[in-house]
């Protein structure tokens, strides 16, 4: 059974840092597409970031590329969203999610996927 639990949300001045961690079980890591998604009010979720399936690459949404970095430690089982340089537009609860994959996918391929196993959330603010 795939479990993902988010921390590290928070409320936060704009320009400033927040660090996501994602610990995940149930499954072999690495054969996953793991990606980091947001939820404003009144929006559609979205995509962020993704690691690819087996190989590690990264994918980020134009919106956060070059101020948000995805990364995971094998040894911890954990997902992790650094982001910086943080807008108000940042605000929304932001989701770890997972998607089983017995083959090769990019982290491009993964942004695009119906992620089936999904955390609960945790809310970043930014003023």
């Known amino acids: 059974h795939v479990q993902l639990v988010e921390s590290g949300g928070g409320s936060v001045q704009a320009g400033g840092s927040l660090r996501l961690s994602c610990a995940f079980s149930?499954?072999?890591?690495?054969?996953?597409?793991m990606g980091w998604f947001r939820q404003a009010p009144g929006k559609e979720r979205e995509g962020v970031a993704t690691?690819?399936?087996?190989?590690?690459?990264?994918y980020y949404a134009d919106s956060v590329k070059g101020r948000f970095t995805i990364s995971r430690d094998n040894a911890k089982n954990t997902l992790y969203l650094q982001m910086d340089s943080l807008k108000p537009e940042d605000t929304a609860m932001y989701y770890c999610?997972?998607?089983?994959?017995?083959?090769?996918?990019?982290?491009?391929?993964?942004?695009?996927?119906?992620?089936?196993?999904w955390g609960q959330g945790t809310q970043v603010t930014v003023s």
């Open positions: 690691v690819g399936a087996y190989l590690g690459n990264t």
């Open positions: 999610a997972a998607y089983p994959s017995s083959i090769y996918r990019s982290a491009s391929t993964c942004f695009t996927l119906p992620y089936n196993y």
């Open positions: 149930g499954y072999t890591y690495s054969g996953h597409c």
